[in-house]
C-alpha cells in the first residue's frame, strides 16, 4: 500500500523558511519521480516535482524561493522554502509525479503571516 506521510508545517512570518518533509512507503522510491503540490479552498496546484534521477522543476511562483531534493536512503523528499509570502499559504502534500489521486496524504498546513 503506497503512503506518504508530510511534516514539517507550522506558521512561519512573511520572510521565513520551513522545511518539509514527505516520506514514502510502499513505492520503489528510487526510481520513482516525486512532486509537492498545495491545496487552498478550491485549488490544488504543481509546486515542484524531482526525477529519480535528481533533476527539478517548479511553478513560477516558488522557483528561485523553494528547493525539492531527496534522500533515496530514507524514502524521504524534502521541500525547503525559503523567502516565505502569504500567497504560500496552503496545505502540502507530496505524491508520485504525475500525481495518482489514491495516494494523496493527510498534508501538512503552512500559514505565512504578513
Known amino acids: 500500500q503506497v503512503r506518504f506521510v508530510e511534516s514539517g508545517g507550522g506558521l512561519v512570518q512573511a520572510g521565513g523558511s520551513l522545511r518539509l518533509s514527505c516520506t514514502a512507503s510502499?513505492?520503489?522510491?528510487?526510481?520513482?519521480?516525486f512532486g509537492w503540490y498545495r491545496q487552498t479552498p478550491g485549488k490544488r496546484e504543481f509546486v515542484a516535482w524531482i526525477?529519480?534521477?535528481?533533476?527539478?522543476n517548479y511553478a513560477d511562483s516558488v522557483k528561485d524561493r523553494f528547493t525539492i531534493s531527496r534522500d533515496n536512503a530514507k524514502n524521504t523528499v524534502y521541500l525547503q522554502m525559503n523567502s516565505l509570502r502569504p500567497e504560500d499559504t496552503a496545505v502540502y502534500y507530496c505524491?508520485?509525479?504525475?500525481?495518482?489521486?489514491?495516494?494523496w496524504g493527510q498534508g501538512t498546513q503552512v500559514t505565512v503571516s504578513s
Open positions: 505524491n508520485i509525479q504525475p500525481a495518482v489521486n489514491r495516494y
Open positions: 510502499g513505492v520503489a522510491f528510487t526510481s520513482n519521480a
Open positions: 526525477s529519480s534521477g535528481g533533476n527539478t
